[in-house]
Every structure is written in structure tokens, then in C-alpha cells.
């Protein structure tokens, strides 16, 4: 069976350094993936998606990038985080139109 | 532009009363619309619905699609204090790799 990992689940940063953000799929091969954010209580945004290694498109301009590296790994970065960063963040791979998410981080920027 | 429109936006209900969340839509050329319940963490699936009419029906939930009106609603009945979450509507329009989310119903069971 599928599983999705994503680490790590807490993150405290202060303003200015750099973030790296990892999240691994195991039990499927050529996923999609998707790095979303979510508001407080509220629907999600997404952030960036690959169909496949060294694939990225990005929905929305902004202080992170994302990368893969491998099939199955899927990496949220930034090099100088911003207060506006903070926030709750979610690996997710798809599969026929549904979604199966992470466990999510949730990153304070300071 | 694509949007997805859920309410409402926060719901309290007391255990045992039936609840009925809604999801309208405006897409392009829809394919798909899903619902997630998110109770801590990460958003875990509970329909996903193609068809106008059909409910599709898990345990003491239910969920149907109008493609006419542009809406689905997802109902509990007899709800319980674990129904509590965020009950997340996506809809996917197109073959852009998307889904196109609403902004959530947060829905708190009292006991």
C-alpha cells in the first residue's frame, strides 16, 4: 500500500533563514506531487506540483521553491524565510483525481 | 475564474442533529468534485463524485453532485462529537493536474 511521509511536523525559524521541507512517497512509482499551504481553519493553496523528476510548476509567486530530486521525494525550500511563510504546509500525492495528503508541518516564522 | 464556494463557513450543531454542508461551483469544464474531512492533520478523502443524482453514500455520511445547479451538499446524520473537522470541498476542472479548493466548512459537534 501507498504511504506518504512528510517531516518535519513542527518548525520554528526565524526571519531570514533557510527552510528545507521533505516529503517521500513509498508503494507507488511516477507520482504526482503537490506542496500546499493552508490558512489557519481554512482551505488550501497550492504552491507547486511535479508529474515527474525534475518537474516543477508553480502556482503562485513567492519566497519558496520545490524540488525532486528522486521519483518519490518531493522538497519545499527557501533561502530567506519571511514572516508571511508561517503557516501549515502539505505534501499530498495523487492518484486518479484524488489526493492522499501528509501529515503536514506546521512552520512559525519568527 | 475558477472558484470553489463552501458554506457555511463554520457550523455548530449539537450530537445527534443531521447536518448539511454545501459546495457551489463555477469551473471549466468540470471533471470531478471531492470532499475531505480534515480533523487534525492532513485532509483524508471521503467522496469523490463525477455523475448529477448519484449519492454516494458512506456509513452516516452522504454526498451528491447537480451538475445543472452547480452544487453538491454533503450531509451527517446523527452526528457525533469525532464528526468535528474541517470538511474540505475540491473541484477538478480540466486536465491541468489541479483541483480547485474551497475554503472549508469548519463544523464543531457538541455533546
Known amino acids: 500500500s501507498q504511504t506518504i511521509h512528510q517531516w518535519p511536523a513542527t518548525l520554528v525559524q526565524p526571519v531570514g533563514s533557510p527552510l528545507s521541507l521533505e516529503c517521500t512517497v513509498e508503494?507507488?512509482?511516477?507520482?504526482?506531487l503537490y506542496w500546499y499551504r493552508q490558512a489557519a481553519g481554512r482551505g488550501l493553496q497550492l504552491l507547486f506540483y511535479s508529474v515527474g523528476i525534475g518537474q516543477i510548476s508553480s502556482e503562485v509567486p513567492q519566497n519558496l521553491s520545490a524540488s525532486r530530486p528522486q521519483d518519490r521525494q518531493f522538497i519545499l525550500s527557501s533561502k530567506k524565510l519571511l514572516l508571511s511563510d508561517s503557516g501549515f504546509y502539505l505534501c499530498?500525492?495523487?492518484?486518479?483525481?484524488?489526493?492522499?495528503f501528509g501529515s503536514g508541518t506546521q512552520l512559525s516564522v519568527l | 475564474e475558477d472558484k470553489v464556494v463552501q458554506s457555511p463557513l463554520s457550523l455548530v450543531v449539537h450530537e445527534g442533529d443531521t447536518v448539511t454542508l454545501n459546495c457551489s461551483y463555477e469551473v471549466t469544464n468540470f471533471r470531478s468534485l471531492l470532499w475531505y474531512k480534515q480533523e487534525k492533520k492532513a485532509p483524508t478523502f471521503l467522496f469523490m463524485l463525477t455523475s448529477s443524482g448519484i449519492e454516494k453514500k458512506s456509513g452516516r455520511l452522504s454526498s451528491i453532485l447537480d451538475k445543472k445547479e452547480l452544487f453538491s451538499i454533503l450531509n451527517i446524520t446523527a452526528t457525533q462529537t469525532g464528526d468535528s473537522a474541517i470538511y474540505l470541498c475540491?473541484?477538478?476542472?480540466?486536465?491541468?493536474?489541479?483541483?480547485?479548493w474551497g475554503a472549508g466548512t469548519k463544523l464543531i459537534i457538541k455533546p
Open positions: 499530498a500525492w495523487g492518484y486518479n483525481e484524488k489526493l492522499f
Open positions: 475540491a473541484v477538478e476542472a480540466d486536465s491541468n493536474y489541479q483541483l480547485i
Open positions: 508503494g507507488t512509482s511516477n507520482p504526482n
